[in-house]
């Protein structure tokens, strides 16, 4: 009876439980080493991947679809579903909220 009870006790555990939910959204941000005065803080973006990178450590062919930097950029998987980029500047000015919400709607 022990037994049983301890089979539909582990059966009916969420397994859920301590196991963090790796997330398929990702936040990138991409801007030059000579531009790192004007980098967006996301580390209080919550429900996805936070990553940052270079201009200089990139591909050619990523250089050339950069025009101003910095630049970040949502995705959902592989697929880019939102984009913000400096202007002249070189300043993004953009709210960590705005980035939020969009992450919170996918």
Same mark, same amino acid.
């Given at each position: ?14 397994? &859920?439980? +301590?196991?963090?939910?790796? &997330? ?13 005065? @004007? #980098?967006?803080?996301? @580390? +209080? ?13 990139? &591909? ?26 400096? #202007? ?6 953009? #709210? ?7 992450? #919170?709607?996918?």
């Amino acid at each position: 009876m022990r037994t049983l009870i301890a089979l539909a006790f582990l059966l009916f555990t969420p397994t &859920s439980l +301590g196991k963090v939910e790796v &997330s398929d959204i990702t936040v990138l941000q991409i801007n030059a080493h000579w531009n790192k005065n @004007n #980098d967006i803080d996301l @580390n +209080g973006l919550r429900g996805c991947k936070v990553q940052y990178g270079l201009l200089e450590r990139q &591909s050619e062919q990523l250089k050339k679809q950069i025009h101003y930097v910095p630049v970040v950029v949502v995705y959902k998987g592989n697929k880019p579903i939102r984009q913000w980029s400096a #202007d002249l500047s070189f300043k993004l000015n953009i #709210d960590i909220n705005e980035i939020q919400q969009v992450v #919170d709607k996918l």
